[in-house]
T-cell receptor, first 112, second 114 residues
Framework: GEDVEQSLFLSVREGDSSVINCTYT??????LYWYKQEPGAGLQLLTY?????DMKQDQRLTVLLNKKDKHLSLRIADTQTGDSAIYFC????????????FGRGTSLIVHP | DTAVSQTPKYLVTQMGNDKSIKCEQN?????MYWYKQDSKKFLKIMFS???????INETVPNRFSPKSPDKAHLNLHINSLELGDSAVYFC?????????????FGPGTRLLVL
């Protein structure tokens, strides 16, 4: 299987919360990232969490890390149509290449 | 104000041609990267340069040759283009080469080989 896995699609109604999930295999992950890719654009770093943290909040974004289950999630509160994009989970591992390993991305579709 | 820029944004060409994609960053970063994103959105590292020196070269055909004339530029030259080279190519940069360094991505170059 892949090192970083995500579901491919998520559809939510405007105003609801979105939760995008990611699982990874390497227990020596040091940093875990969430990137956003809007149509026709490059990846933009949204937030990241260091592996010794359980949670990080930044305005409408909440990142939860469950190291035991190797599970990372991104919650977007009050989802807006402008949040429609592809969200990539990525990790870097201790002692390995500093290049992040990316998941295949979750397409978030926000409908009115 | 563009931090990481790439040209061209779109590139349509015939099989067998040679083409170049240019990348420039004005962030003062030491490290630059080329990624390939396939039609299924899978993003894979191709090369990484630090201070104009190649430090990562994944299993990329030698038809792909990166060139870094200075720290602010990392160009990608592709010889004898093949159908399978069709993808979106992203340039990125980071302050340094280390885990935890935030990477800043360019807008991508959409290459279509006919």
């Amino acid at each position: 299987g892949e090192d970083v896995e995500q579901s491919l699609f998520l559809s939510v109604r405007e105003g609801d919360s979105s939760v995008i999930n990611c699982t990874y295999t390497d227990s020596s992950s040091t940093y875990l990232y969430w990137y956003k890719q809007e149509p026709g654009a490059g990846l933009q770093l949204l937030t990241y969490i260091f592996s010794n943290m359980d949670m990080k909040q930044d305005q409408r974004l909440t990142v939860l890390l469950n190291k035991k289950d190797k599970h990372l999630s991104l919650r977007i509160a009050d989802t807006q149509t402008g949040d429609s994009a592809i969200y990539f989970c990525a990790e870097t591992v201790s002692g390995g290449s500093y290049i992040p390993t990316f998941g295949r991305g979750t397409s978030l579709i926000v409908h009115p | 104000d563009t931090a990481v820029s790439q040209t061209p944004k779109y590139l349509v060409t015939q099989m067998g041609n040679d083409k170049s994609i240019k990348c420039e960053q004005n962030l003062g970063h030491d490290t630059m990267y080329w990624y390939k994103q396939d039609s299924k959105k899978f993003l894979k590292i191709m090369f990484s340069y630090n201070n104009k020196e190649l430090i990562i070269n994944e299993t990329v055909p030698n038809r792909f040759s990166p060139k870094s004339p200075d720290k602010a530029h990392l160009n990608l030259h592709i010889n004898s283009l093949e159908l399978g080279d069709s993808a979106v190519y992203f340039c990125a940069s980071s302050l340094g080469a280390g885990s935890g360094e935030t990477q800043y991505f360019g807008p991508g170059t959409r290459l279509l080989v006919l």
